[in-house]
C-alpha cells in the first residue's frame, strides 16, 4: 500500500534533475468530493456497467485551444480501449483560469475543479478534464501532469519550446503524444492502480513504461523529448499497456483505489 501510493506520488526526475511533474500529491479530499488519484476513474472508463457516454470537457485560455488534430486522437485512442456505447464526445470552454506564476500540481487542481461544468460523475456520463493554462508548470521542463481522477493539464508554452530539431518532431506531433500520454494515466498507465502481470514499468520512472515506443514512455512529458526521440514520436499505448487495460476491463487484473466502487 505504501510502495503504490509512492509510485503516485512521486515526483520524477529527468536527465537535468529538473522535475517531472507527472502525477500531483494525493488529491484526497473529503468535501464535497473525492477527487481520487490518477486511475481512480479506470474502470469508470473501461466498463459501461456505471457510464454508458463519456465527455472530455477542454478549459482552454484563450489562444490556448490545443490541435484538432491532438483532441481527435485522444477520442480514437479512448473509443480503442473503453466501452461507451452512447459515445465520447468533446466539450470546449475558453475560461480565464486568473492563475499568477508557475503552475503547482495542487493549482491544476483547485483552478480546474473550479471550473469542472459538472461533477465527473453525472448520471450515466462519466466527464474528464483538461486544462490548456497560459504559463508554465512549476518546472518548465514538465510539458503534462495528471492531478487527479479527472484531471490533466497541458502546458502549451513549454510545448511550443519542445519540438526537435528541424521541427521533428513537430509541436503539434508533442501535443499529440502528450494529451495521450496523460489521459494514459487516468486510465492508470502504468501499474498507478493496479499490479501488472508484465514487467514494464521503467523502474527509474514510476507510472511509466520502459518502451521507448508506447505513449507512456517517461520522456514524452518532458520538455527533453525533442531531443530524446528523433523524428516520430509514439502516440500510442504498446501492446502490454493495452493487455494491462484489457485485464483490467474484464477483472482479470485486480484494481483498486477506484471511486466509483
Ligand atoms: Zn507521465
Known amino acids: 500500500m505504501a510502495k503504490r501510493n509512492l509510485a503516485v506520488m512521486l515526483v520524477v526526475f529527468v536527465m537535468s534533475s529538473s522535475m517531472v511533474g507527472c502525477f500531483g500529491s494525493d488529491g484526497l479530499d473529503i468535501l464535497p468530493e473525492k477527487k481520487g488519484v490518477p486511475g481512480g476513474l479506470t474502470l469508470a ?24 488534430s491532438s483532441v481527435d486522437l485522444l477520442i480514437e485512442r479512448l473509443e480503442s480501449v473503453c466501452d461507451k456505447p452512447s459515445g ?3 466539450e470546449y470552454d475558453e475560461v480565464d483560469f486568473g492563475h499568477e506564476g508557475t503552475w503547482s500540481a495542487q493549482d491544476v487542481r483547485d483552478k480546474g475543479w473550479e471550473q469542472k461544468d459538472t461533477s465527473p460523475r453525472d448520471g450515466t ?21 495528471a ?6 493539464a497541458l502546458f502549451s508554452d513549454s510545448i511550443d519550446e519542445a519540438d526537435g530539431p528541424f521541427g521533428r518532431p513537430s509541436v503539434e506531433d ?23 502481470p508484465v514487467d514494464h514499468e521503467d523502474p527509474d520512472h514510476p507510472g511509466h513504461s520502459s518502451n521507448d515506443d508506447s505513449v507512456m514512455y517517461w520522456a514524452i512529458e518532458s520538455a527533453d523529448v525533442g531531443n530524446f526521440i ?5 502516440s500510442d499505448f504498446d501492446d502490454d499497456d493495452r ?19
Open 125 to 145: 456520463t462519466l466527464y474528464w478534464q483538461i486544462l490548456f493554462p497560459a504559463g508554465t508548470y512549476d518546472s518548465d521542463s514538465v510539458l503534462g501532469v
Open 174 to 196: 508533442v501535443e499529440n503524444s502528450v494529451l495521450v500520454h496523460e489521459v494514459g494515466h487516468l486510465l492508470g498507465l502504468v501499474n498507478l492502480v493496479y499490479e501488472s
Open 230 to 234: 528523433f523524428g516520430s514520436l509514439p
Open 147 to 152: 492531478v487527479d481522477a479527472s484531471t490533466v
Open 45 to 68: 472508463c473501461l466498463r459501461s456497467s456505471m457510464y454508458t457516454s463519456m465527455v472530455i470537457e477542454i478549459d482552454h485560455e484563450p489562444g490556448y485551444r490545443p490541435f484538432s
Open 243 to 261: 493487455a494491462d487495460l484489457a485485464g483490467l476491463a474484464d477483472g482479470s487484473i485486480p484494481i483498486r483505489d477506484q471511486l466509483w466502487s
Open 88 to 90: 465520447i464526445s468533446v
